[in-house]
């Protein structure tokens, strides 16, 4: 049957078309993989070299930087130490707290300033002003603001993880095609279905890329947010261990935030790519 | 709501689709303009149309002379300045169910698989899952696209993506289904294959279709009438009807009758511009 020829065509070209930027990953995932831990090795070593050479690069010294050769003992302590649980449960806690908030709030704001004229002229000037804040210059409005230090802290990892998808759900919502919206309507869709049918599964994607990104920057506030805090969570560890002076602990608490602020990132952006299983196919037509 | 979608079902099960019921548009000094405030101009002057319930018109004229002006008013996404359009004594004043509008580039929903886009004016309609996507599956077959229901638009050719977006509009049992170059991106060969496909799809649900081309032969090959409008803005210059025996096959294109109206039709797309 023609039909069945034509989409075998098809296939054909697009796989065609998509070979030269994915020969790497087409050879060998394996490998692929086995390269991205290599680098982190490699990276991790040039650490331990600079340091132990005692590099200095005129403005830019390694002499008095931990090596990891100090910092995997120290690893290994806070490991087997009975608080990590407890500062892991607290900062996982904060940083999943601010960010559901953050995810709730921006989407739907999104999803509104996208859609209406209006609302993008009453709320984004407001919004603009308060982006470029930095979450550390929120701390004492926080202390305010709030009852509990608790929540105070998950107001600082709210604000970090807001604006990336707020603006990215604006983004995505300015960008769904009005062709299908009004095919929508067309077809005899209402308002309200409007949003659920076509402008949300249309503003997905970018959805999910703000959700990934607000998720890095929840981790990112998390020193800043725990400065508040009196006892348990990795960043109150990490700048507790600064206070004390004791640097192998900085670097330890630095290195557990970048590998829980990457793996929740991933873990989002494998949700969403589980999600909106059509995204990957859009190719050579769309 | 549960008594006729009953009696629908039954009326389905022998045949596989029920007689749609179809319209009789009536357009009446229609004129339109389009584009921003400070450079509008009319693309439409004073139109007048009439199109029996169930007749196959194709609108002929040169490019941007607003063919898909007119089909985009009668579908009610494009207001009239002045005059109006009324489908079986209706005025229209917005986009309906009941007029079902075809584009050149598909507009399938990417995250909808086949069967779901297909569905959707059932789902809009509250229909039940299992009952629309039943509806949905007959209509897939009528355009021979059995097998391709779990799809992404994103995985099929073009000429599926517009037999799909055809099943789409049809499940609404359209009183008129409007057309805007729905073929004009295809290949000679899918196109020729799609006017057949829709003809035998017309043969079966007799609806209104207005369907627009500058395509010369395949307005002559579907069309059982063919407007001819004049540059922008767009008057009626020629309805011509073309009596060519049904069920049409490509060897209709070749007799003499074909040949004949299609020297007309040339002639008089050439004269207006000889006169600008």
């Not at chain 1, 701390?139 to 970090?160: C, D, Q, V, Y």
């Amino acid at each position: 049957m023609s039909a069945t020829l034509d989409l075998t065509g098809r296939k054909h070209t697009a796989t065609r078309e998509a070979a030269p930027t994915n020969a790497l990953a087409c050879r060998s995932p394996l490998r692929r993989r086995a390269w991205r831990a290599g680098s982190i090795a490699l990276f991790v070593a040039a650490w331990q070299a600079a340091v132990h050479c005692h590099l200095s690069l005129g403005i830019v010294t390694f002499a008095n930087v931990p090596s990891p050769a100090d910092a995997i003992p120290a690893l290994w302590a806070l490991l087997h130490s009975p608080r990590l649980p407890m500062h892991l449960a607290a900062s996982v806690t904060r940083v999943l707290a601010g960010f559901c908030a953050a995810a709730i709030v921006g989407v739907a704001l999104g999803l509104a300033i996208g859609r209406y004229r209006a609302l993008e002229d009453m709320l984004m000037p407001p919004l603009e002003i308060l982006r470029p804040i930095p979450a550390v210059a929120w701390i004492p409005l926080a202390i305010l603001m709030f009852p509990s230090t608790e929540l105070s802290m998950m107001f600082i990892t709210f604000i970090g993880a807001l604006f990336p998808i707020l603006l990215n759900t604006i983004h995505g919502v300015d960008a769904v095609d009005p062709r299908l919206v009004a095919t929508a309507r067309g077809l005899g869709t209402g308002t309200l279905s409007l949003y659920t049918e076509v402008v949300l599964p249309g503003a997905a994607p970018s959805i999910f890329t703000g959700l990934s990104i607000g998720m890095g920057t929840a981790w990112f506030c998390l020193v800043t947010a725990e400065m508040i805090a009196g006892q348990y969570g990795i960043g109150y560890f990490t700048w507790e261990s600064y206070t004390l002076q004791n640097y192998a602990d900085i670097v330890v608490g630095m290195a557990l935030i970048g590998v829980l602020g990457m793996g929740s990132s991933l873990l989002v952006k494998r949700i969403g790519a589980a999600l909106t299983p059509w995204y990957r196919l859009r190719g050579a037509r769309q | 709501m549960s008594t006729p979608l009953a009696v629908r079902s039954d009326t389905r099960a022998s045949a596989p689709l029920a007689p749609h019921s179809p319209g009789r548009i009536a357009v009446r000094s229609l004129s339109v303009e389009v584009g921003p405030q400070h450079a509008r101009f009319a693309a439409l002057h004073s139109l007048d149309l009439d199109i029996a319930p169930g007749e196959f018109v194709c609108v002929l004229g040169p490019s941007g002379c607003g063919k898909s002006t007119l089909l985009g008013a009668i579908a009610g996404h494009v207001a009239a300045s002045r005059g109006e359009i009324a489908v079986d004594g209706v005025a229209v004043d917005r986009p309906h169910p009941e007029r079902g509008l075809v584009f050149q580039q598909h507009t399938l929903f990417p995250w909808k698989r086949v069967i779901d886009n297909v569905a959707f004016g059932l789902k809009m309609k509250g229909v039940s899952a299992a009952e629309r996507r039943r509806e949905a599956a007959e209509l897939l077959a009528l355009v021979g696209l059995a097998g391709f229901e779990s799809h992404y638009p994103a995985q099929l050719s073009g000429g599926m993506q517009q037999r799909v977006e055809i099943a789409r509009v049809l499940i609404n049992r359209p009183r008129i289904l409007l057309m805007d170059e729905p073929f004009g991106a295809l290949d000679a060969q899918t196109r020729r294959m799609m006017q057949t496909l829709l003809l035998d799809i017309w043969a079966q649900i007799r609806t209104t279709v207005v369907f627009v081309t500058h395509d010369i032969d395949e307005a002559l090959f579907l069309g059982d009438r063919v407007l001819m409008l004049s540059q922008r803005p767009a008057s009626l210059v020629a309805d011509i009807a073309v009596p060519l025996a049904r069920p049409r096959r490509d060897e209709s294109t070749t007799e003499a009758a074909f040949v004949e109206i299609k020297r007309r039709c040339l002639s008089l797309l050439r004269e207006p511009a000889r006169a600008t």
